[in-house]
Every structure is written in C-alpha cells, then in structure tokens.
C-alpha cells in the first residue's frame, strides 16, 4: 500500500496492530509507525490514539513516548486517553515513577483525568504499598468531581488494610455509603472478607458492630462467621453470633439458613459444622442463639 501511495484507513491500522500484538510481533508493529510517521500519517487525536494505544498494550514503552514528543512537535495536546494508555502500560510495568511525572504532566497541560485515570493510578499504587498516594488521589478525585465506582473503592479498601490502616480504611468505606448504599453494601462483603483473610477478625467484627443492618446485612456477616469457623476462632465467632441476636434478632434466621446452606455446598462443611455446635452447646434453652441457629 503505501509503496503505491496508498495510506491504511484508521480501520486497517487498528486490524492489523492487533493481529501484530496478539501473534507477538512487536517490533514489526514499532516499523509500522515508523513507516507511517515517515509518509505523514499521523496528524490528529485520533490517529496518534490508535497507535499508542497499541504500542503500550505492546509493552512498548518507549516507543509510545517517542509519539508523545512527536505530538509536541506538531502542536498536538495529548487528551486524556492518550495520558492513560501510557500511565496504564506504566504500571503494568511497575515503573511508577514515570506514572507519576505523566500525571503531573498531564494536569500542568490542563488535561483533567477521568474516572479510568484514578482506577489504573489508584490500583497500582495500592498493589505497590504506597498507600498515601493513592488515597491522595483519591481525595484529588471527589474535589474533583469524579465519582468513583466499586473498583475504586475496592483497590483502595484492600491497600489500606494491608496497610492495616483501618481507620482511613473504614472513612474511604463510609463515603461509599454517602454516595449509594447500593454501592456499599457491594463492597463490604469484600472488605470483610479482605480483613479475614489477614486475619483481622476482631477489626472486622468491631467494623460491622458499627454499621446499621441496612448496610451490614446477612452476607457480610455469615462471610465473617465462616472464616472464622475455618480459623478455629469459635468464640469470636460466638460472641458475635450473640451481638447479631441482641441488635437484630430477625437477621439471625436468615444468617442460619445461609450458614447451614454451607453445610450442603461447601466441599470442607466440618469447620461450619463445629461452629454450629459449638454454638449449641453454648446456648441451652430452648429461645437461645443455639435453637436458631441449629434448628
């Protein structure tokens, strides 16, 4: 084609990048821009898009800067797809300090991130334990209007526990809950379950102590109970069998029927099974927690 003059639409470059990338070729892929920037293919947005965005799902890296300073040379302010197919390929190469001096750069050019700029930085950044970031990012977003989703919330809440900071952990989930209890109720079955699998059972149950039953419903709790049933900690899981009983009693029912729903799913029901008797034993009379749970 282009030996007759002839350039590719957007359509075929884009055909034929992923063919490159999913057979490995990445540096025959490198060529094709190289050929292209020679015969003034690329001169808009939407065109210097398509490579780089194939070129960093490529893992080249380098590459992809190179259309950057070349942009800048012709005048064109990269938009903010452009900024996070480079932030993305950035840290999925865990180099993020280059990440960090993209956004930088892309805010001093007056380019506002979106909500796929906070969730790639934000997820990174919490893999990688630098924590205070990404919750800093994650204030920079709600003045700036961004509205996060579950997987913003949930990259930050797993980070932060790891960190065992529980206090910032619990206020990031608590916004989760002003914005859509929908929403929290979604991510607070992963958060417990996060906790438990560090082994943080007193924080978790202290956490769901605190919630209303509008949000801590039925699921985070039998989570709660069946981890530390897997655990052996049966009297923590007792005394917070008795709190659920004091505070709402009509949950406890509903919390049984999903635990002994366990017993007959579950591949290793003993440690459920313990539990369960356990708890019977602990409670005789005939109203008890026991009777409810085991009945």
């Known amino acids: 084609m282009i030996e007759k003059g002839r350039l590719p639409t957007l359509l075929t470059l884009g055909n034929l990048s992923r063919n490159l990338r999913k057979h490995g070729k990445s540096d025959e892929l490198v060529e094709v821009y190289k050929v292209l920037s020679a015969n003034d293919y690329f ?9 780089v965005s194939f070129l960093c799902s490529a893992g080249k890296l380098r ?7 070349e942009m800048k040379k012709k005048g064109l302010a990269p938009d ?11 840290c999925r190469e865990d180099l993020l300090r280059p ?21 790639v930085l934000i997820g990174r950044f919490s893999e990688a334990g630098e924590v205070e970031d990404a919750l800093r990012l994650f204030h920079h977003m709600l003045t700036k209007g961004v509205t996060p989703d579950t997987t913003t919330y949930m990259s930050l809440l797993e980070g932060l526990c790891q960190e065992t900071n529980f206090q910032a ?10 914005q859509d209890t929908k929403l929290a109720r979604s991510i607070l079955s992963t958060l417990i379950l996060s906790l438990c699998r560090k082994g943080h059972f007193l924080v ?6 605190g919630l209303t039953p509008d949000i801590g419903h039925s699921d985070s709790h039998v989570i709660l109970l069946k981890c530390l049933a897997d655990d052996r900690e049966v009297q923590i899981a007792i005394e917070h069998i008795k709190w659920i009983e004091k505070t709402s009693p009509s949950m406890l ?5 999903e635990l002994l729903a366990l017993l007959s799913s579950s591949s290793q029901p003993e440690p459920v099974l313990q539990l369960l008797r356990a ?17």
Do not use: P
């Open 204 to 209: 978790a149950t202290k956490f769901l102590h």
């Open 253 to 257: 029912q509903v919390i049984s029927t």
């Open 169 to 178: 952990a619990f206020e990031v989930f608590h916004k989760s809950v002003n």
């Open 80 to 90: 903010v797809s452009f900024y996070n197919s480079l932030m993305e390929a950035c």
């Open 279 to 295: 708890v019977q034993e602990n409670f005789l009379d005939s109203n008890s927690v026991g009777q409810k749970l085991c009945r």
């Open 43 to 51: 001169s808009n947005m939407e065109s210097y898009n398509v490579m």
């Open 99 to 119: 990440a960090k001096k993209l956004w930088d750069e892309m805010f001093a050019s007056g380019c506002s991130g979106n909500l796929k700029t906070y969730n």
């Open 63 to 69: 590459e992809a800067y190179m259309v950057l300073q």
